[in-house]
Every structure is written in C-alpha cells, then in structure tokens.
C-alpha cells in the first residue's frame, strides 16, 4: 500500500528532510500556517521549507520520535492529517502537534497547518 501524502508530509517533517518536503510539494503550492504567536504564508516548495524548517523546527531543534500520525476521511476534494512530536531544543523537553489540510494529486497544491506550538514535557 502507498502511503498517502499525508502520512509521507508528516514523515518529512518529522525527519527534517527539506528535499523529500519539496518533492511533496506543487511548484505554486498554495501555504498558510497558524502558530500560536504568527500566521505564515507562501506560494512555492521554498517557502513552505523556508517556514517549516528555518521558523517551525529550527536547526536546534531535535525531534526525538513520533508519537501519532492520524489521517481521517476526505471532506469532499480535502484531505486531513494531524502529527504528534516529541522534541528536545536547549531549552528543554517539548511536545507538538499539527493538524494539516491539503489538496493534491500527485503532490500538494494546497496546503493549511495549525500547529500547539512547542508545549513543555
């Protein structure tokens, strides 16, 4: 069975792959986020990485394991994914947790993420 592009953009990021979350990605990929202190926004594969990686989960930041992945059933054309971290930075033991919407055929051309923010273990 092929893993969805769900399962696959919950697996890049908890890997802090920046290539195989470009690959996922449609070159005009439509991105906005929600953290608890920001909204984010982009269009394009770089932008997206540029947030996820360079703001979201920082070189310092060190996922430890997954502990959930979840997808639930299709609303109409959108597909649903939420992720559960533990992670470690210097500045201590966290947990996180994203719920993302996405659109997409063979890659995501549409995408919303919600995320906890980094909350303390």
């Known amino acids: 069975m092929t893993e969805t592009l769900g399962a696959r953009l919950a697996g ?19 991105f906005k986020g929600l953290t608890p202190g920001r909204f984010w926004e982009g269009t394009g594969p770089d ?10 989960f920082e070189e310092s930041d060190t996922i430890e394991r997954v502990l959930d992945v979840t997808e639930r059933d299709d609303v109409a054309d959108t597909s649903h994914v939420s992720y559960r971290f533990d992670l470690t930075n210097p500045d201590g033991t966290y947990v996180a947790e994203q719920q993302a919407y996405y659109r997409g055929g063979e890659t995501i051309e549409h995408l919303r993420i919600l995320c906890s923010g980094f909350r303390a273990r």
């Open 47 to 56: 932008a997206v990485v540029d947030v996820v990686f360079g703001s979201w």
């Open 12 to 30: 890049a990021i908890a890997a802090k792959d920046e290539d195989a979350l470009r690959a996922l990605l449609a070159d005009d990929v439509d």
